[in-house]
């Protein structure tokens, strides 16, 4: 209730009755005095001690707060004269209600103060907040043994509001003492001491519920009783709203709470949160997502822009439309494509509007016979796509109607004519002088979406004189026990004047050993025949345009043994006179052609009509020992090329992509499907269409040497095409392509025993070429091909020559390139290349896959390279390599050829390492040796570096300057002293960038020598 007097006035009304209290502080001092007036302390306390009180946490839900009670608060004391309710206001005359009781001059004191009935609101576990003064029992006169200093509090569950509660019926809470008590003194000061004390009650089971507090002898006032609950308040967390949630019954429990998502925003995994015991919102998972035209900005989804987008709930903010593109509504989740700009359903919202490309240009043709390659520039504008192919259209015209009708399908496209990538493509199986228009169409991603015009180029060309079509009519002559004789009639379209005829046959199942015959004659005689076999024949035409495609097979068979001789009987006396004919008759020419012999005088056999040549496996027969045949020692390099390499029928190759240029033409992979066989992965080699004679016999004169070799490291040979446009060499695919390319890729992926199996695979075909005379002169790791099985091949035999009989027999070159980095020292002085020359390149290949593709002498110049390996300069080992490798390297570099060893013996040498892995664990000291260097050349200090720093920065290694200065390493001086272990020290770490380093400080060091020192 509200005092009527000033400030800190108010009047002591116990429960059921009471007098007034003391109006000033001195009488209030007095009644301290004696303990019976002990009570009357507790006005002195109020106007201090209640502006400590604070206001509730957001998280905590009043139930009960005695200093906010207006009027009466309705409490019962037992007995009556026990708790005193003490009525006062504070500065703004706002009632406070305190209890206060201190019967401590009495015996067997039980004072009971009773709350009203609190109703629980639903919460299972509430909490109790007191806040009291207590006196020291000590401090009161006499030291009173009946004096308490704890209390007691209790509690009373109960659904109704009714005060017929037994004493015993209460549940004890907890007995509560002061953490600070006061005495006289501190009245007279005026520092009153306030305690506070917490206590939680739960679980709850009812409705509500009442509190007691039991006084058994203390002098005590409670200045306030607060009862609340704690519960999680709403909050707005990732566009989700969570309700207000009341907090469990036990202290450790979380609870969980589903939020839902705040306007114009979804969810993919519906947001929930945990609610603590304390009121604490924990563990969030899911949340919402500002929905498609909607971004999130302050909390809230707010409206995208026009001229804005956004496509997916997933995107962060509203974009900008993209180029071409725009939009003029609020909320929109794409943007509209602007006039003759289009966009594909697959493209994404936040890509541009696109265009058809322009039309390529600057188209060229190159006619080759009846084959057409076409080259052109891909369009000035793409229409802003990347996706740009092309489409040829194939035209045959008429030029004397002026009509032009589609070309058919016979024409066929390499690599294809639809869904082209790249820039040219050739068109083969043409007809021969004919009129065509190819329409090169540039074509995108949104062009079937344009109802403009098609954008193309075109290509006016006519095709030359064509090959001659296949021999059709094939009849039999006489036929033996050991021949047969055939005619046949010209192709029904020579397309030209035809030069000669190529008849090939075979026995029948046996089609890998063939002979070959050539003739002018449509007439022909196969002899040294089985008797009683079946022969296959196929015979072609050729012109100056080339040869045709074979004929088909025709059989027949020789007479059996048994119906020759019975022939034979009959013709006995003819076969008897003609015998006798014939031995005057040589009687006669011998003495004539001893005649002219004395006369000084003979005559050179003439050429046959015919020419026979015998194959087997793709090889010449020859007797003894197999050997490497020099195709530039044939007349005519057709010749050879037909000997050693199978012919392809250009139908049976498919042209996939292109995937290097060669010295003359495009290589490309493809496949190669054969007659009876399985589809083979090739390499193909084209001849670029306006070669030369001497270009194309060039070209086919690697595939005459290639087409010699037999051996599991030496790339093999399918075939050729020479009788069609364009000319091809098709070889295995090898799938990893270059070695050095490979191992740059892979720097350091690979164990020592594999880069030892790759050098042990590389010699065995060197064995194999060697053992057969031959000398390769451009031995490199960019000269062997790998494949998925790390199996390396030797390739590339464009600079090969014959070794004679003599092993000590060498080719003196005529001048031209030699791969000075690779070449022996009396290969580059004397031009002569041998066997031995082949094991010093040999040496360098080892280099080379060791340190993963490094360049041999780094960026040294030629002439600096010939004068250091001149003076005895050799490569200094790569790092981490086995000492027992780095010894063959240098054994490979003697400069004494017959000092190095032969390739056998470097097989043999690999093989061991290879079954005794221990052996390759021993590494060279790859910084052995540079004290020596620094001894008698100075100081790289002198070098082009000015700095660490700036030679740092010039290999890309400028992230180390700070470390390196850090430790020490601030001249070239001392970074010429650097270890690969000071490396690992310094906290380099990455492989890479260690070889990167120490091959630069072994480069500066070769340059310091300006020709090195021996080693």
Same mark, same amino acid.
């Given at each position: 209730m509200r005092g009527s007097g000033p400030r800190g006035a108010g009047r002591r009304r116990p429960s059921g009755g009471g007098g007034d209290l003391p109006s000033t502080p001195a009488s209030l001092a007095g009644c301290y005095s004696a303990p019976r007036r002990a009570p009357l302390w507790t006005c002195l306390l109020l106007c201090a001690a209640l502006r400590t009180l604070l206001a509730s946490p957001s998280n905590e839900v009043n139930l009960l707060d005695s200093r906010t009670v207006m009027g009466d608060l309705g409490w019962i004391a037992f007995p009556k004269n026990g708790w005193e309710e003490i009525g006062e206001v504070d500065e703004n005359y706002t009632p406070i209600h305190t209890y206060q009781v201190c019967k401590v001059m009495e015996q067997n004191q039980n004072n009971w103060l009773l709350t009203s009935w609190i109703s629980n609101e639903g919460a299972s576990r509430i909490f109790i907040e007191l806040k009291f003064t207590l006196r020291d029992c000590n401090s009161l006169p006499g030291g009173l043994g009946t004096c308490k200093e704890t209390f007691n509090m209790y509690y009373f569950e109960s659904d109704e509001n009714g005060r017929n509660i037994k004493e015993n019926q209460y549940i004890k809470i907890d007995t509560i003492a002061a953490d600070e008590s006061f005495t006289e003194l501190d009245l007279g000061d005026r520092v009153m001491k306030l305690n506070t004390e917490v206590r939680d009650v739960g679980p709850l089971s009812k409705k509500g519920f009442y509190l007691a507090f039991q006084d058994v002898g203390a002098c005590i006032a409670l200045v306030s009783v607060r009862v609340y609950y704690k519960k999680c308040p709403s909050v707005v967390r990732?566009?989700?709203?969570?309700?207000?949630?009341?907090?469990?019954?036990?202290?450790?429990?979380?609870?969980?709470?589903?939020?839902?998502?705040?306007?114009?925003?979804?969810?993919?995994?519906?947001?929930k949160m945990h609610c603590s015991a304390e009121g604490e919102w924990l563990v969030p998972i899911g949340k919402c997502m500002c929905k498609a035209g909607y971004e999130e900005k302050n909390g809230t989804c707010q409206v995208c822009r026009p001229g804005f987008f956004k496509a997916s709930p997933h995107s962060q903010s509203c974009s900008k439309c993209p180029p071409h593109s725009y939009t003029h509504e609020e909320a929109s989740t794409s943007c509209v494509c602007e006039k003759d700009y289009f966009r594909r359903e697959s493209d994404p919202p936040t890509m541009g509007c696109t265009r058809p490309p322009s039309a390529p240009r600057n188209a060229i043709s190159n006619v080759n016979e009846t084959s057409v390659f076409l080259e052109w520039i891909p369009p000035a504008d793409t229409g802003g796509r990347t996706d740009v192919s092309y489409y040829i259209a194939c035209k045959k015209c008429n030029s004397h109607a002026g009509v032009c009708d589609e070309c058919g399908g016979h024409v066929r496209y390499l690599p294809q004519q639809i869904g082209l990538k790249n820039t040219s493509v050739m068109m083969v199986d043409l007809l021969a002088h004919t009129n065509y228009t190819f329409e090169i169409e540039a074509v995108n991603g949104v062009s079937d979406l344009s109802p403009g015009a098609r954008q193309y180029v075109s290509v006016n060309v006519t095709t030359?004189?064509?090959?001659?079509?296949?021999?059709?009519?094939?009849?039999?002559?006489? *036929?033996? /026990?050991n021949s047969i004789s055939l005619s046949w009639q010209e192709p029904d379209? $020579?397309?030209?004047?035809?030069?000669?005829?190529?008849?090939?046959?075979?026995?029948?199942?046996?089609?890998?050993?063939?002979? *070959?015959? /050539?003739?002018?004659?449509?007439?022909?005689?196969?002899?040294?025949?089985? $008797?009683?076999?079946?022969?296959?024949?196929q015979i072609r035409a050729r012109t100056a345009a080339g040869y045709g495609v074979f004929s088909r097979r025709f059989e027949f068979e020789t007479v059996p043994v048994s119906v020759a001789a019975s022939s034979d009987q009959s013709q006995i006396p003819i076969i008897a006179v003609s015998v006798t004919v014939g031995v005057i008759l040589l009687a006669v020419v011998i003495g004539f052609l001893l005649s002219g012999r004395r006369c000084g005088y003979s005559k050179a056999k003439q050429d046959p009509e015919e020419e026979k040549m015998h194959f087997h496996n793709g090889h010449i027969k020859l007797p003894g020992v197999r050997t490497y045949i020099d195709p530039h020692t044939y007349e005519d390099p057709n010749q050879a090329v037909h000997e050693f390499a199978k012919e392809i029928e250009a139908s049976c190759i498919t042209i996939e992509r292109v995937i290097g240029a060669g010295e003359f033409g495009e290589v490309c992979s493809?496949?190669?499907?054969?007659?009876?066989?399985?589809?083979?992965?090739?390499?193909?080699?084209?001849?670029?269409?306006?070669?030369?004679?001497?270009?194309?016999?060039?070209?086919?004169?690697?595939?005459s040497i290639m087409g010699q070799f037999d051996h599991p490291n030496i790339i093999h040979l399918e075939g050729v095409v020479t009788k069609s446009k364009p000319v091809m060499i098709v070889t295995e695919y090898m799938e990893n392509g270059s070695l050095d390319t490979f191992l740059k890729k892979n720097d350091g992926q690979f164990t020592v025993i594999q880069l030892v199996g790759m050098l042990r695979g590389i010699a065995a075909g060197m064995k194999y070429l060697s053992d057969m005379g031959y000398v390769h002169r451009d031995l490199a790791a960019r000269n062997i091909l790998i494949n998925s099985n790390l199996v390396c091949k030797v390739s590339d035999f464009g600079l090969s020559r014959i070794l004679e009989d003599d092993p000590e027999a060498a080719y003196t070159t005529r001048g031209g390139k030699i791969p000075i980095r690779w070449t022996a020292p009396e290969a580059i002085a004397f031009r002569k290349f041998t066997s031995a020359s082949d094991v010093w390149s040999y040496g360098i290949v080892m280099w080379e896959v060791v340190s993963y593709g490094e360049r041999p002498y780094w960026e040294m110049t030629n002439q600096d390279v010939i004068k250091a390996v001149e003076e005895g300069y050799r490569l200094p080992s790569p790092m981490d390599c086995p000492a027992a490798l780095y010894q063959l390297m240098l054994d490979c570099w003697q400069k004494d050829r017959n000092s190095r060893p032969k390739f056998d013996e470097i097989v043999n040498m690999l093989d061991k390492l290879i079954r005794n892995p221990s052996s390759l664990k021993t590494l060279v000291n790859a910084s052995s040796r540079v004290p020596n260097l620094l001894a008698e050349h100075g100081s790289l200090g002198s070098g082009a570096y000015r700095s660490v720093g700036e030679w740092l920065e010039a290999i890309k290694m400028g992230r180390y300057t700070e470390i390196f200065m850090e430790n020490g390493y601030s001249s070239m001086d001392a970074v010429a002293q650097v270890t690969l272990e000071d490396l690992r020290r310094l906290g380099v770490t990455l492989v890479g960038h260690q070889k990167k380093i120490m091959n630069s400080l072994q480069e500066m060091k070769v340059q310091l020598v300006n020709g090195m020192v021996p080693l």
């Open positions: 990732h566009l989700a709203v969570f309700p207000d949630t009341i907090t469990g019954a036990d202290s450790s429990q979380l609870l969980e709470v589903s939020g839902s998502c705040v306007n114009h925003s979804v969810t993919d995994e519906p947001p030359n004189q064509a090959a001659p079509s296949p021999v059709t009519n094939v009849k039999k002559g006489k *036929i033996a /026990k379209r $020579p397309n030209g004047i035809i030069l000669e005829y190529e008849i090939k046959y075979f026995e029948k199942d046996q089609e890998t050993s063939y002979t *070959i015959i /050539k003739s002018k004659e449509t007439t022909i005689t196969a002899e040294g025949l089985k $008797p009683a076999s079946v022969y296959v024949f493809g496949r190669l499907k054969l007659p009876g066989k399985r589809e083979l992965p090739v390499a193909i080699k084209t001849l670029k269409v306006g070669y030369t004679e001497k270009q194309r016999r060039d070209f086919l004169g690697e595939a």
